[in-house]
């Protein structure tokens, strides 16, 4: 099937509604909408942009409901054209590339091609657990988004989803007699090769030099009253860069575990138990490694007072003498009998 051929079946559908009955609703695809469609050059595309904007029940009808190579929609007579389709006047046609033509790769004997129809006809009759298990398959694939659909229940928009699987099956080829199980080729097929989605990385800068030389230079004048020798400036800077860089890459890293494609089972689907795969990702490594958060300001601090631990016990001393000089000097002074 064609994009013009699409849209004329789009067409033929909603121009043929006739006058809306009472508690009835008649749709007209917006003519933004037909634009958009008719610039996509691939049936797939047009179908997926159409879904934002025609009722799933239309978009299905317009796939289940072909026309021959001889036979065209004509926009000024819809209702006679609508009529040769359900007339049988006009035959439909196969989901995807594939013609009475076709070879597929399993030879010219695997031509039982897939219609419209059985996207719904394949699944709906199945148990929910079978359903969910194919909804499940569709999300993994990313034909469907979980919250999109009632998990278990076989609608539209799971069967419009789903004739993208059969028109992939169609051109590896049906077996006659295969129809109930062939589409499971494909469903692997996509399964196997669908590119996951990449978070765009982001760039590593180093902090500035200066900024964090004047902090180590406070530091220093605060604790010791005196600047930092060049070694000891020298190290601090080199260590707090090193610091801020390992926060970068664990940060980085455990957003990536969390951005990770989440496989959804039907069993998830039915139990409402989908969704939390990030966050039990996450700490999964963490406590697998023994992660903990990298403070590079608290560590840069810790090796200040490593590096100057005998410093500043000398100057502890120092102080604690002069304190004691000062306490004899001023009972001294406080003597009764200097008074």
């Known amino acids: 099937m064609s994009v013009q051929e699409f849209i004329n079946r789009l067409l033929e559908i909603t121009q043929s509604q006739g006058p809306a009955l009472q508690g009835q609703n008649v749709y007209n695809i917006p003519t933004e909408a037909v634009t958009l469609i008719a610039s996509q050059t691939d049936i797939n595309e047009a179908m997926a942009i159409a879904s934002e904007y025609v009722p799933p029940t239309i978009i299905l009808e317009a796939l289940s409901s072909g026309y021959g190579a001889s036979s065209q929609f004509d926009p000024n007579n819809p209702e006679e054209s609508r009529a040769r389709v359900m007339g049988g006047l006009d035959t439909p046609q196969y989901l995807g590339i594939v013609d009475d033509n076709y070879v597929s790769p399993k030879g010219a004997d695997a031509n039982d091609y897939y219609f419209a129809t059985d996207a719904v006809d394949l699944i709906s009759g199945k148990s929910p ?90 530091l220093f004048a605060s604790e010791l009253g005196r600047e930092p020798e060049q070694y000891e400036l020298q190290l601090l800077a080199n260590q707090y860069n090193a610091d801020t860089k390992a926060k970068f890459s664990q940060e980085e890293e ?86």
């Open 129 to 218: 657990d079978v359903i969910a298990d194919v909804q499940a398959d569709l999300v993994n694939i990313g034909l469907l988004s979980p919250g999109q659909f009632v998990p278990g229940v076989w609608q539209e928009r799971d069967a419009i989803a789903f004739t993208k699987v059969l028109a992939l099956q169609n051109s590896l080829g049906v077996p006659a007699g295969k129809k109930a199980t062939s589409w499971e080729e494909a469903i692997d097929v996509l399964l196997n090769t669908t590119l996951p989605s990449y978070q765009q990385e982001r760039v590593y800068l180093a902090p500035d030099y200066n900024k964090v030389a004047k902090s180590i230079n406070s």
């Open 254 to 339: 455990l957003k990536a575990v969390g951005a990770m494609p989440e496989v959804v089972t039907g069993e998830q689907l039915m139990e409402g138990s989908y969704g939390n795969h990030a966050i039990t990702e996450v700490e999964a490594k963490i406590e697998e490694e023994g992660l903990t958060a990298i403070d590079p300001s608290a560590r840069l601090y810790d090796t200040f007072r490593s590096i100057t631990e005998k410093e500043r016990e000398r100057l502890g001393r120092s102080a604690d003498i002069q304190k004691s000089n000062q306490l004899i000097l001023n009972s001294i002074i406080g003597a009764p009998w200097n008074r």
